[in-house]
């Protein structure tokens, strides 16, 4: 089934403690255009998720963003600089030595050293953070794919509905035009006749110029060509994907060849047809545009 390139997708994971949060958003694009939004401490995964990405899907502008404990781009954790506490410890010993001071050394004292506990940054397994990424990044891609199909199914059947509309005009077409050369023939004959009652019709004379008549309007070419066009049409909408630049070709060669029956068929009939067939086509190029 075909997918659309309209989808959003979001899931999260706890690992250890941290929560990892992976937003999967996909629109309309030519190519496979993809932005990703990593905290820093993640960066280096960027290459392995766009090539996850492209690997899944051929088409679209795909925005990826990850996030980890909330906002925050570094896991911290605070840590005492032991040996930093013992060297202020000795010079307060020395100094109440030395100078005969009162009073102790205790934890309210040292804690007015603000130097003695720092801020550190915990250096991180990288290998099984991007094992936990990668799976959250399978199962986001999953649940997109699941919300394109489902989209994709609703254009499927509108488009399949509006190409049976244009099968039917353009088989209606063939009909017209089949009748359309004895009736110009008939007419043709009547309009002579009605110039001079008395007037002998030279029959080969007439059958030449209805010959002439039906080479420049025959449409057959035209009409085989739009119903193949129409067979590989709906053989590409069973695809399961990367049918949109096929199927956007297909509606212009079908534009191309409906254009041409329109200037070539001389019948009132066969215009209004084409009228109607160029109306379908534009409908279901709209829906194409969605297509991955």
């Given at each position: 089934m075909i997918q659309s390139m309209t989808g959003y997708?979001?899931?999260?994971?706890?690992?250890?403690?941290?929560?990892?949060?992976?937003?999967?958003?996909?629109?309309?694009?030519?190519?496979?255009?993809?932005?990703?939004k990593l905290?820093?401490?993640?960066?280096?995964?960027?290459?392995?998720?766009?090539?996850?990405?492209?690997?899944?899907?051929?088409?679209?502008?795909?925005?990826?963003?990850?996030?980890?404990?909330?906002?925050?781009?570094?896991t911290r954790s605070l840590v005492l600089d032991e040996e930093l506490v013992s060297q202020y410890f000795n010079i307060l010993q020395g100094l109440k030595k030395k100078f005969g001071l009162k009073g102790d050394i205790d934890i309210n004292l040292l804690a007015g050293f603000s130097d003695l506990i720092k801020v550190a940054e915990v250096e991180e397994d990288q290998k099984a953070i991007e094992k936990v990424l990668m799976s959250l990044l399978q199962?986001?891609?999953d649940s997109l794919i699941k919300v394109r199909r489902e989209e994709g199914k609703e254009l499927?059947?509108?488009i399949v509905k509006r190409v049976r509309i244009v099968a039917s005009a353009i088989n209606r077409v063939d009909e017209i035009a089949n009748k359309a050369l004895s009736a110009y023939h008939k007419r043709l004959e009547e309009r002579v006749r009605s110039l001079n009652r008395s007037l002998k019709i030279d029959t080969a004379r007439l059958a030449q110029?209805?010959?002439?008549?039906?080479?420049?309007?025959?449409?057959t070419e035209e009409i085989v060509r739009f119903k193949s066009h129409i067979k590989q049409f709906n053989k590409l909408l069973k695809e399961d994907k990367g049918v949109g630049r096929r199927l956007d070709f297909l509606l212009q060669e079908m534009n191309r060849e409906i254009n041409t029956v329109g200037s070539k068929a001389n019948d009132a009939d066969i215009s209004i047809e084409v009228v109607n067939v160029k109306n379908e086509l534009e409908k279901i190029r709209e829906q194409v545009q969605n297509i991955e």
């Open positions: 997708a979001r899931s999260e994971r706890k690992d250890k403690g941290r929560v990892f949060v992976l937003e999967l958003r996909s629109v309309n694009h030519k190519y496979c255009d993809i932005s990703i905290p820093k401490t993640l960066l280096g995964l960027e290459g392995m998720i766009k090539k996850t990405i492209q690997e899944k899907f051929s088409r679209g502008k795909f925005d990826v963003l990850v996030s980890r404990n909330g906002s925050d781009d570094y199962r986001t891609i499927h059947d509108d110029e209805v010959a002439l008549i039906a080479e420049r309007c025959d449409i």
